[in-house]
């Protein structure tokens, strides 16, 4: 069965460009995570989905970075005006409810975001 | 504020050797905490998930243990082999809402 997809699988920009990268989650899941994981460290939580809004968006690190998810499926993470700093690995993850204490996520490969 | 920490950040060991990895938190009040296996360039794998009333969780060659009241975590791996070569990752779940917060990592040789 499909897992978790996410494209692209690499993307390298300049400073001060804007990105935009997609996470398909696995069909009839519900709940939609973003983290980043940078170099050696663990992944760092970024947004929760619950359906189509973002119920917990505390782990944004600032107003360039924004995400969507309008239908409830796919969504899309938008990265403004980049800086070198925002290289990382951009994971995205989904699970069947989100509120099930019990259940896991399901995470994607990963996009990787190198920022020049 | 929550803090979880792994040590150590590698470990090196023959074949056939037990791995045993720590996984420590600051704040006990978590709903459940999760091991996860990372291959290089993959995503991560869902390895074992421990509610916060249990006391450790079995499958296959590994067992996980929860202390809470301790902040304390440990995977046991038993006869390593050399496709146990990966990053183990701990997180806790520290409210309802899903989110997961992640260790640093222990990344893992298994030598044949």
């Known amino acids: 069965g499909a897992g978790v997809s996410q494209t692209p699988s690499n993307k390298v920009t300049e400073k001060g460009k804007y990105v935009e990268l997609r996470c398909d989650p696995i069909?009839?899941?519900?709940?939609l995570y973003w983290y980043r994981q940078s170099l050696g460290q663990g992944p760092e939580f970024l947004i929760y989905?619950?359906?189509?809004?973002?119920?917990?968006d505390s782990g944004l690190p600032n107003d360039r970075f924004f995400a969507v998810r309008p239908e409830g499926s796919v969504s899309t993470l938008k990265i403004q005006r980049t800086e070198r700093g925002d290289s990382a690995v951009y994971l995205c993850?989904?699970?069947?409810?989100?509120?099930?204490?019990?259940?896991?996520?399901?995470f994607g490969p990963g996009t990787r975001l190198l920022v020049l | 504020k929550q803090e979880v920490t792994q040590i150590p950040a590698a470990l090196s060991v023959p074949e056939g050797e037990n791995l045993v990895l720590n996984c420590s938190f600051t704040d006990s009040a978590i709903y459940n905490l999760q091991w996860f296996r990372q291959d290089p360039g993959k995503g991560l794998t869902s390895l074992l998930l421990i509610q916060s009333s249990q006391r450790e969780q079995t499958s296959g060659r590994l067992n996980a243990s929860l202390d809470k009241s301790s902040g304390r975590s440990t995977l046991y791996i038993a006869a390593s082999q050399p496709g146990d070569s990966a990053t183990y990752l701990c997180?806790?779940?520290?409210?309802?809402?899903?989110?997961?917060?992640f260790g640093a990592g222990t990344q893992v040789v298994v030598t044949p």
């Open positions: 989905f619950q359906g189509t809004g973002a119920a917990d």
């Open positions: 997180a806790v779940r520290p409210d309802s809402w899903g989110k997961l917060q």
């Open positions: 993850a989904s699970s069947r409810f989100g509120g099930d204490l019990q259940e896991t996520q399901y």
């Open positions: 069909s009839g899941h519900t709940a």
